[in-house]
């Protein structure tokens, strides 16, 4: 499977902890995106990345959250300090940047206690 | 306000009819993107349109840009079970760079 993959797929935590979630984008994608989408809305653009660079940040996008993406192909999103609010399913997309067509992974949903 | 507006927001139809789902807006986008998500899934891409007036089919699915590039939609025929989901529109802003901007979604759900 050449698609993009997500890990871990489900994450239960306590308030207050730290997590870290992986993206693994589509090998040839340059681009790669993270979203954040709560229930009955849609997802709402986080930060994006073109190669090694984080190209772009969202107002929601605290500084309690910090994306990577080292080597310009995974790359992984923390939350510090989650709060209840952080609930939610984080998403990563990846594309190479043409008419900004964008394929998603299949989600990491995050509960906090 | 939300940019990107979608209707309707939820809609429950019976096999074999056909529907059509709206996405508007007062902005102009140079691409818009059509997915499907299922509950705990990510978004699947359907289409990808980008020239004003484009129309494009997927077997059963069309899908067409406006002519000022602010609203699209999304047409079904002979819907089936299999067709139920979320549907969400979303796009690339001429302003705004290579993030999308969604709209909230129809929930569809086929009975057979």
């Known amino acids: 499977d050449t698609g993009v993959s997500q890990d871990p797929r489900h994450k239960i935590t306590k308030r207050g902890q730290n997590v870290t979630f992986r993206c693994d984008p589509i090998?040839?994608?340059?681009?790669l995106y993270w979203y954040r989408q709560t229930l009955g809305q849609g997802p709402e653009f986080l930060t994006y990345f073109q190669n090694e660079a984080q190209l772009e940040k969202s107002r929601l996008l605290s500084d309690r959250f910090s994306a990577e993406r080292p080597k310009g192909s995974f790359s992984t999103l923390e939350i510090q300090r989650t709060e209840q609010g952080d609930s939610a399913m984080y998403l990563c997309?990846?594309?190479?940047?043409?008419?900004?067509?964008?394929?998603f992974g299949p989600g990491t949903r995050l509960l906090v206690l | 306000t939300q940019l990107l507006e979608q209707s309707p927001q939820f809609l429950s139809i019976q096999e074999g009819e056909n529907l059509t789902v709206y996405c508007n807006s007062s902005s102009v986008f140079s691409s818009l993107q059509w997915y499907r998500q299922e509950p705990g899934e990510g978004p699947v891409l359907l289409v990808t349109v980008v020239t004003g007036g484009e129309v494009k089919k997927l077997k059963r699915l069309t899908f067409q840009f406006g002519d000022a590039r602010k609203d699209s939609s999304l047409h079904i025929t002979a819907a089936q079970p299999g067709d139920t989901g979320l549907y969400l529109c979303?796009?690339?802003?001429?302003?705004?760079?290579?993030?999308?901007?969604f709209g909230e979604g129809t929930q569809l759900t086929v009975n057979p």
């Open positions: 090998s040839e994608h340059n681009r």
């Open positions: 997309a990846s594309g190479t940047g043409a008419w900004e067509t964008q394929y």
């Open positions: 979303a796009g690339a802003l001429e302003t705004s760079g290579s993030r999308l901007t």
